[in-house]
T-cell receptor, first 115, second 114 residues
Framework: AQTVTQSQPEMSVQEAETVTLSCTYD???????LFWYKQPPSRQMILVIR??????QNATENRFSVNFQKAAKSFSLKISDSQLGDAAMYFC????????????FGSGTKLNVKP | DAGVTQSPTHLIKTRGQQVTLRCSPK?????VSWYQQALGQGPQFIFQ???????QRGNFPDRFSGHQFPNYSSELNVNALLLGDSALYLC?????????????FGPGTRLTVL
């Protein structure tokens, strides 16, 4: 069974600083996707970044980047130049490559951004 | 494009009652999935609907059922409500026409069971 673990229930970062959120997962599959979703107080899940397991290059989206370690089954999110609007719950998620809609989510990390 | 919409926003029910939640997918999407997000937890997959049929199901009892209509909208029904059913229910939609299809989430329905 696939499981996703986020060991940091809450983190804080100073505005303009960098923060890294951790995620580990367990799977016997070799072909899958990993995601980071942001859930602000408005509750709407927003895709931050995704990583295809077959790609060795780490994904990057503007201030957001990941460190994907396939052998270690680790998938961390780095947020650079943190902004007040980054404050939210962040969820790590996994899905098998061809199982389009069944996502497995971690328990989330609450990110606080201090002005 | 309104994105994924859900109704109602909030709902209060008592134990034993039945509830129906509704979801309209993003324009052009044909697949709808439902998730339950308990307070302080990540979403858990309930089931997925495609071509008006349940295609996949998570570890949820038969009290949870659904339906997809020809216009791709969907309903989630929960019978014999328990206190533990209190949660945020998220609907997500996607289109199966591409190899990678991003899943878009709605804002959710907050269900409180008293």
């Amino acid at each position: 069974a696939q499981t996703v673990t986020q060991s940091q229930p809450e983190m804080s970062v100073q505005e303009a600083e960098t923060v890294t959120l951790s995620c580990t997962y367990d799977t016997s599959e070799s072909d899958y996707y990993l995601f980071w979703y942001k859930q602000p107080p408005s509750r709407q899940m927003i895709l931050v970044i995704r990583q295809e397991a077959y790609k060795q290059q780490n994904a990057t989206e503007n201030r957001f980047s990941v460190n994907f370690q396939k052998a270690a089954k680790s998938f961390s999110l780095k947020i650079s130049d943190s902004q007040l609007g980054d404050a939210a719950m962040y969820f790590c998620a996994y899905r098998r490559r061809y199982n389009f809609n069944k996502f497995y989510f971690g328990s989330g990390t609450k990110l606080n951004v201090k002005p | 494009d309104a994105g994924v919409t859900q109704s109602p926003t909030h709902l209060i029910k008592t134990r034993g009652q039945q509830v129906t939640l509704r979801c309209s997918p993003k324009s052009g999407h044909d697949t709808v999935s439902w998730y339950q997000q308990a307070l302080g937890q990540g979403p858990q997959f309930i089931f997925q609907y495609y071509e008006e049929e349940e295609r996949q199901r998570g570890n949820f009892p038969d009290r949870f059922s659904g339906h997809q209509f020809p216009n791709y909208s969907s309903e989630l029904n929960v019978n014999a409500l328990l206190l533990g059913d209190s949660a945020l229910y998220l609907c997500a939609s996607s289109w199966t026409g591409t190899l990678y299809n991003e899943q878009f989430f709605g804002p959710g329905t907050r269900l409180t069971v008293l």
